[in-house]
């Protein structure tokens, strides 16, 4: 695969495994197995088995027919939003504890900013019955009060990160730290295509099931496996590399991957990683973060706590580089009126996070007959408050 | 043989090194403080270059790394300090960090620098073996910096060999696996650790770190290797009084006992 890992586990000039020698174990224990498992005949039944009665895949394919009329293409939506526990973070979760099931893991952490991930892990381990905490920033806590009760109700733990700016980032230092002081019974839930070799390679596999549906689902609806354009939000960007991953050697297909502008790119409050961004080590991996001059990270901004994350994924970082995706930005205000223009036209409130992706569509030029997928990766549930307060309701 | 070489050769039991965070508590103290502490007879120093995201630092070392941060404290900033600094410190020093800082800098320019002023060596906990040999290990050897490696209880056997044919000054024992500030906790599991490594013979000499606060667990740390580094403990004693400056002396002998 051109734009795959290699066996250090680097895409290109990005990613490897920066890690403490105090990590090294787990994160070595998982670099051995995580193959064998994924390919174990086993595992494989059991996780299609999930996928398909307990999160309700495969997701439809949707061709949103007011949403063509106006752009003027053929604009299909790949309903991740429509998945137990309502976004695409339930692949990775379900995959991620099957794996860590059979490592003997007793214990599951995880970070979280806007609560999918988190809600996400908390489930599938009442599922399992497996002892679950979640970090997340304390003010992250405070925005997303819903997905808080929730995991609380599914049995876990929420453990408020308190250092640093109190978001996504800290409640990712303070997952490692529990890693670090936790080594052998705990397994490490990370959410996104980020973290340390094998993580991004791993996380990317399981979120590939929508990509891999969508050409199908693309077939059988048009007769052509492939769409002209795939777009889909990035903040580390897991539902991105999931949306992308069968489409990556088939250079015919635009990749358009949105990031969240916040308040502006260049406004000191935003989250537009590869404008803002250069090369740099970030939670384990060689990747494009924000970060000062003499190397701290800056905190990054944007109105969805799931995109205010200022590094991508390693991948993301050699597909730009390489240029076979375009990496693009959407301010709050773009992405709340795309989200209120896919609710009144098609009937469907999304996350703020995918509404990121809709709202580039504005901004695009369109054959009539383009065929354009673009990944709703989660509803909207979860930001009604930032909607209600936006839209004064 | 650069000033660590130099160390051991001469004395290879009882090391006390002392761990303090560049710019904590005063952004002009990092001098004084190693100054200082030399003086009190510390064998060796680590200054740490402090970042606004230590993964394996606890919230003692994290605390003092943002205020360093909070009033200017910068890597440009941190060189220009210790640009007169072996006008008034002998001791080795290394500089403890994380990799991002040091790969903004510049790594040939960052190594180039620590040796123009008189580092001998670095630790950077999150840049591992594999990242070390196949992308920084000449550059580090072009200024004679020495990479200081961390081994802890779940590190195999066959990897503290290879940590120890890559070393050239010592080996950074962790008591536990744990991130910094925590407690030496000497079980017989630990302690079975500390032996097994002993009885490999490593040619590097070998020093434990973390968890190490009083008199009592620095000399335990002592019966198992060549010395003791102390982190959290200083750091939060400077944090404790205004003054810190003359109660440094009465915290060294108190560990030194």
């Known amino acids: ?393 | 043989m650069n000033r660590l070489n130099q160390l051991f050769a001469k004395k290879n039991k009882d090391l006390l090194s002392i761990y303090f965070t560049a710019g904590y508590p005063d952004l002009n103290c990092t001098v004084d403080i190693a100054e200082t502490l030399e003086r009190n007879g510390v064998d060796f120093l680590e200054i740490g270059f402090p970042y606004s995201d230590p993964v394996a630092d606890g919230p003692t070392i994290q605390e003092s790394s943002q205020k360093a941060l909070d009033s200017g404290m910068t890597l440009k900033l941190l060189f220009e300090q210790l640009k007169d600094l072996r006008k008034r410190v002998s001791i080795p020093i290394l500089l403890m960090g994380y990799v991002n800082p040091m790969v903004q800098y510049g790594v040939e320019r960052f190594c180039q620098t620590a040796a123009e002023v008189g580092v001998d060596g670095v630790i950077v906990p999150d840049l591992p073996m594999y990242e070390y040999e196949s992308m920084y290990k000449p550059v580090f050897e072009k200024y004679g910096l020495s990479n200081i490696f961390l081994v802890t209880p779940q590190t195999s056997a066959e990897r503290i060999r290879k940590i120890d044919s890559l070393s050239n000054s010592f080996i950074y024992l962790l008591s536990s696996s744990s991130i910094t500030g925590g407690s030496l906790n000497v079980s017989d599991s630990i302690e079975g650790y500390y032996q097994r490594v002993k009885a490999m013979e490593l040619k590097n000499p070998i020093v434990i770190g973390f968890g190490i606060n009083s008199n009592k667990t620095y000399s335990k740390a002592c019966e198992y290797a060549n010395g003791a580094i102390v982190g959290s403990a200083f750091v939060k004693y400077l944090g404790s009084r205004e003054d810190y400056m003359a109660g440094i002396p009465e915290f060294i002998q108190n560990i030194k006992g």
């Open chain 1, 1 to 393: 695969m051109r734009y795959g890992v290699n066996e250090q586990g680097y895409y290109g000039d990005f990613g490897g495994a920066y890690i403490p020698e105090m990590l090294y174990p787990n994160v070595e224990e998982l670099r051995q197995q995580y193959l064998n498992i994924l390919n174990d005949e086993g595992f494989k039944a059991e996780f299609n088995r999930l996928l398909k009665d307990y999160v309700g895949r495969p997701s439809p394919l949707y061709y949103a027919k007011r949403y063509s009329e106006k752009y003027g293409a053929n604009i299909f939506l790949k309903r991740e939003d429509l998945n137990h526990t309502g976004s695409h973070k339930i692949n990775n979760a379900i995959g991620q504890i099957l794996l860590a099931e059979r490592l003997g893991k007793k214990r599951i952490i995880a970070e979280t900013g806007a609560g999918q991930h988190g809600v996400a892990t908390a489930t599938v381990c009442a599922l399992k019955g497996i002892e679950c905490v979640v970090y997340m920033g304390e003010i992250d806590i405070q925005r997303q009060a819903p997905n808080v009760a929730r995991m609380k109700m599914l049995g876990a733990k929420v453990v408020p990160a308190t250092s640093g700016s109190k978001t996504l980032k800290d409640a990712t230092n303070e997952a490692m730290r529990d890693w670090i002081n936790n080594p052998v019974d705990t397994h490490y839930i990370i959410g996104s295509v980020v973290g340390p070799y094998p993580y991004p390679e791993m996380v990317a596999r399981f979120q590939s099931i929508i990509s891999e549906e969508t050409k199908n689902q693309l077939l059988e609806q048009t007769g052509k496996e492939l769409p002209d354009y795939v777009l889909a939000c990035v903040g580390g960007g897991s539902n991105a590399m999931g949306m992308f991953y069968h489409f990556l050697d088939d250079e015919a297909v635009k990749l358009i991957a949105v990031e969240a502008a916040g308040k502006g790119v260049d406004s000191g409050h935003s989250a537009a990683t590869t404008s803002l961004g250069k090369e740099g080590v970030l939670h384990g991996s060689r990747t494009i973060l924000m970060q000062t001059e003499d190397g701290q990270v800056v905190e990054p901004y944007s109105i969805s706590a799931g995109l205010d994350y200022p590094g991508i994924g390693p991948q993301h970082a050699h597909l730009y580089k390489a240029k076979r995706a375009q990496y693009v930005s959407i301010t709050d205000d773009e992405a709340l009126q795309a989200g209120l223009l896919l609710s009144q036209t098609e009937g469907i409130i999304p996350a703020i996070e995918s509404a990121h992706a809709f709202a580039y569509l504005e901004k695009m030029q369109f054959k009539k007959d383009d065929n354009v997928v673009i990944c709703l990766s989660g509803r909207g549930d979860k930001d009604l408050d930032t909607y209600i307060k936006y839209f004064k309701y």
